[in-house]
């Protein structure tokens, strides 16, 4: 008798090994990443979704609170082929439930073949596999999630000081902590507002650029972030990651689309299309933009040619879908943040009209 269950979308029932209990749902999906539990498992951008990882052995480096991304544990749930006591003790901790003892490859290629889908887990004593088809049969589709925001933004602005070398007003859609250290550490004061911040808002900040942060679910739903990129567009330079890049898009008249199975791992091949140049980045997403709008390609990835970076001189813009904080992960990238330096000094101050 096992004492956990996962509940597929196709009506396949795993058995696993309870390592975490409770019950929970959500969309089911894997990184390739091979080291970072702790950075992916504390990224905001995994709310929703339950998070398998392809790579055997979870936890056997620790848990260091240093290491996190957020305050606190992020996916519904965790799968692996292996947890360790101490990552387990942590989710237990944190009322997460986690599963081990499942194959893993089984679970990978079928969302590879089938797409994220829906899934629902039940771990601990007394569960039963109907317990973890009814969490599966109950579980919404991202896009459903229309306020995803509220549940990984601060509620009051914040202010992350550098020493005052540029003012960046970040939309906080579930931002990473790396992000705002990357910021920080190169000078800029770093002025957290909450995702449903109003253009009023960013205009008392007076800031030099506007970065809209990485965050969870579909981008179409943050309308409140589209609003104040829409309000500022050609004022005020802006940058952002992962679900930034999309918002920023689709509020300049692209589009975003949702992709099968995304792509999360720390080995994905970027190619810069002025240098010619191909590098290694990190990456956790969903969905693409799929029209740029006004915005111009300048990196694709090299494994399927999606959009990884865009930017417009005229707008003063430049984004990335992946993530150049990298953690875990490549340092290839982090330049990155020296060009969101460059393109807040460019420009002197202005106010919202
Ligand atoms: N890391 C992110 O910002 C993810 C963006 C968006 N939620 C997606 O899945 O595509």
């Known amino acids: 008798m096992s004492d956990a269950y996962i509940a597929l979308a196709d009506g396949r029932v795993l058995e696993a090994r309870a390592r975490a209990p409770g019950r929970t749902r959500g969309e089911l999906v894997f990184t390739t990443a091979y080291t970072g539990y702790e950075e992916s498992l504390t990224d905001p951008s995994y709310a929703e979704q339950i998070l398998t990882f392809s790579y055997p052995l979870i936890g056997n480096y620790g848990v260091r609170t240093e290491r996190f991304e957020s305050e606190s544990v992020q996916p519904r749930a965790a799968i692996a082929r292996e947890l360790t006591d101490d990552v387990a003790e942590w989710l237990t901790s944190e009322a997460v439930p986690a599963v081990d003892h499942v194959d893993t490859r089984e679970i990978v290629t079928t969302v590879r073949e089938e797409g994220a889908m829906a899934c629902g887990i039940a771990a601990g004593p007394d569960v039963t596999p109907e317990d973890a088809v009814a969490e599966m049969e109950a579980c919404e ?47 800029a004061d770093v002025h957290v507002l909450p995702y449903d911040a109003t253009p009023e808002d960013v205009a008392e900040i007076d800031p030099d650029v506007l970065f809209v942060s990485n965050g969870p679910g579909d981008p179409e739903n943050f309308v409140a972030a589209q609003e104040v990129v829409d309000a500022f567009a050609g004022d005020l330079p802006m940058a952002g990651i992962c679900l930034g890049q999309q918002v920023i898009t689709s509020a300049l008249g692209g589009s975003t689309e949702k992709m ?3 792509h999360r791992g720390v080995n994905q091949p970027v190619k810069d299309l002025r240098s010619d140049k191909v590098v290694m980045t990190t990456q956790n997403h969903g969905y693409t933009v799929d029209d740029t709008g006004p915005l111009e390609v300048t990196q694709v990835n090299v494994n399927d040619d999606t959009v990884e970076g865009l930017d417009s001189e005229e707008l003063d813009v430049i984004t990335r879908q992946y993530h150049p904080e990298a953690n875990p992960g490549p340092h290839d990238s982090l330049g990155f943040f020296d060009e969101v330096l460059e393109l807040a000094e460019a420009t002197p101050h202005v106010a919202a009209d």
Not at 153 to 169: C, K, Q, R
């Open 141 to 187: 589709p991202m896009s459903d999630h229309v306020d995803i925001g509220a549940q990984v933004s601060v509620t009051e602005p914040t202010v992350h000081e550098g020493g005052g070398a540029a003012d960046v007003a970040m939309l906080d859609c579930g931002a990473k902590g790396s992000i705002i250290a990357s910021l920080t550490e190169r000078g």
């Open 260 to 262: 099968m199975f995304g």
